[in-house]
């Protein structure tokens, strides 16, 4: 039986994890790998890690890093930054990745996510969304960390996805990004109606009730968060976090009401 998945999202930046504000200014908060040790020990559902250095300055992939990632992670892994390429993305696979994640390359050259795809398998081809609203309330989809506008909504360019053999798609909201005050529910529900795929959220968590909600608007989705499991209290003190097994049972219980 299919349920919700609750997903850490961890960014990386010079090597190490931190967390942004609206894709601004990011705060070093540790050790990327020490804090897939605690996801482990955590057994979280799934964990994505996003490089987001390497599409603004040009460069391929830190195969490195990822096969460190890859290695520590006993949880189903999707990583993303810098991947342009067929070849990269099987360089990835061939790492122990289970899910290679394509944004702006994606944006930029459609057919890519197809001839990956014909590579790798659809399963294991995400692409991320990151929207942005403008101030006449048109949402579209923005790259390179939210300084490149596409022009493009997210409905066109998740059904696109779907139709050149995408095998998920993630949501990303620039606006809630490290807000920490709820995901953009409207969006999501948008998403989810336009596309068959399997859906991740991600932006705006600060709590469960966060993620109930977002499971009450959707139904069987991914919750994926960064802040809600890395800060806590209204200071951001680091502490990394993971709803319990009976936490995780309660949200499940919510997809079925949908």
Not at 44 to 49: K, S
Not at 112 to 130: K, N, P, T, Y
Not at 155 to 173: C, D, H, M, R, T
Request: glycine fraction near 8%.
């Amino acid at each position: 039986m299919l349920r919700p998945r609750i997903i850490p999202c961890l960014l990386v930046h010079d090597d190490g994890l931190v967390k942004t504000v609206k894709f601004k200014n990011p705060k070093y908060v540790g050790d990327p790998i020490n804090a897939v040790k605690i996801f482990n020990e955590k057994e979280a559902d799934e964990l994505i890690v996003l490089d987001i250095d390497a599409t603004v300055k040009g460069r391929e992939p830190n195969f490195r890093l990822i096969a460190q990632f890859a290695a520590e992670c006993r949880m189903p892994l999707c990583y993303g930054g810098g991947v342009r390429t067929v070849e990269q993305a099987k360089r990835i696979i061939g790492l122990g990745v289970e899910k290679v994640a394509l944004s702006a390359a994606a944006v930029d050259d459609p057919t890519l996510i197809s001839r990956i795809a014909a590579e790798i398998g659809s399963q294991s081809v995400v692409v991320v969304l990151d929207v942005k609203t403008s101030l006449f309330g048109r949402q579209e989809i923005w790259t390179h960390n939210g300084s490149k506008n596409s022009g493009k909504t997210p409905l066109e360019l998740a059904k696109e996805a779907e139709l050149l053999g995408a095998g998920e798609i993630v949501i990303n909201s620039i606006d809630r990004d490290g807000q920490m005050k709820g995901y953009d529910l409207a969006l999501a529900r948008k998403i989810r109606e336009a596309t068959r795929l399997p859906l991740s959220v991600l932006g705006g968590a600060g709590s469960l009730k966060d993620i109930d909600a977002l499971i009450k608007e959707c139904g069987v989705v991914g919750a994926s968060a960064g802040s809600f499991f890395v800060f806590k209290g209204q200071y951001r003190a680091v502490l990394i976090s993971y709803p319990s097994p009976e936490q995780k049972a309660e949200l499940t219980l919510s997809a079925y009401k949908y």
